[in-house]
């Protein structure tokens, strides 16, 4: 599938779309002879030029830093190619293979390490400084049994347990959605696995803040339902 729509450059029309999103676009081709992700910051026809084209720089930059600094502390993330802030674009190395949804939906071999992995993955991260703000199963791709996290458009700078709390509550509240019955194990393999990135005192500590993140997302949702009812 090869996009057309008109915000997209007319040097980026030969890409394919992998992914259209409500800031970006996902795009695949060709870099130097390796086969990369093209990620592209679209305008914000409502939103004036400059200011537009002044976020769309600082996110880019902000997201390839955080790459940056996630692969120097090892932990598998896409290789970063080239980034033109102002263009709000960022290439990327293509990790090819199914995503983490995909991979237990699939039943296939050695699941549960992989998951273990993730868990370990991300605990990678946080120690190197870093929170994901997306991590679900579906942001969390299989390359020859190896787990690499990918879309870091919401990941930031941190080391608060709160902000790593929030890392472990999506995960959790991605495996309860699409594996119901599996969601249990699934979550207790991930944290084993994070726990031995991040040692048991961490681990401790944003699971606690966990349940407090939790609490606080049910008592609002309770209320939306007394306000609606």
Same mark, same amino acid.
């Given at each position: 599938m090869v996009w057309e729509a008109p915000l997209i450059p007319q040097w980026a029309r030969g890409?394919?779309?992998?992914?259209?999103?409500?800031?970006?676009?996902?795009?695949?081709?060709?870099?130097?002879?390796?086969?990369a992700i093209y990620k592209l910051r679209l305008p914000k026809p409502y939103m004036h030029p400059s200011l537009d084209q002044s976020l769309r720089s600082q996110r880019t930059l902000k997201e390839a830093k955080v790459l940056s600094q996630a692969a120097r502390a090892g932990a598998n993330v896409p290789s970063l190619y080239a980034i033109y802030p102002s263009m709000g674009l960022i290439v990327m190395e293509y990790v090819e293979g199914p995503t983490l949804k995909e991979y $237990?939906?699939?039943?296939?071999?050695?699941?549960?390490? $992989?998951?273990?992995?993730?868990?370990?993955q991300l605990g990678v991260l946080h120690r190197a400084g870093v929170?994901?703000?997306?991590?679900?199963?579906?942001?969390i791709v299989v390359r020859e049994g190896r787990a690499y996290l990918i879309d870091f458009g919401l990941a930031d700078f941190s080391t608060r347990d709160e902000d790593r709390a929030v890392d472990l509550h999506l995960f959790r509240e991605a495996v309860i959605s699409t594996h119901p019955s599996l969601?249990?194990?699934?979550?207790?393999?991930? $944290?084993?696995?994070?726990?031995?990135? $991040?040692?048991?005192?961490?681990a401790r500590s944003v699971l606690e803040r966990m349940?407090?993140?939790?609490? &606080?997302?049910?008592?609002?949702?309770?209320? &939306?339902?007394?306000?609606r009812g």
């Open positions: 890409l394919r779309l992998v992914k259209q999103g409500a800031e970006s676009v996902i795009l695949l081709g060709d870099f130097l002879g390796l086969k $237990v939906s699939g039943g296939q071999p050695g699941w549960r390490e $992989v998951v273990r992995e993730a868990g370990a929170v994901h703000g997306d991590s679900t199963t579906s942001n969601s249990e194990e699934l979550f207790s393999l991930f $944290v084993e696995g994070y726990r031995s990135s $991040v040692g048991d005192d961490v349940r407090s993140v939790e609490m &606080r997302g049910r008592y609002i949702a309770a209320r &939306r339902s007394v306000w």
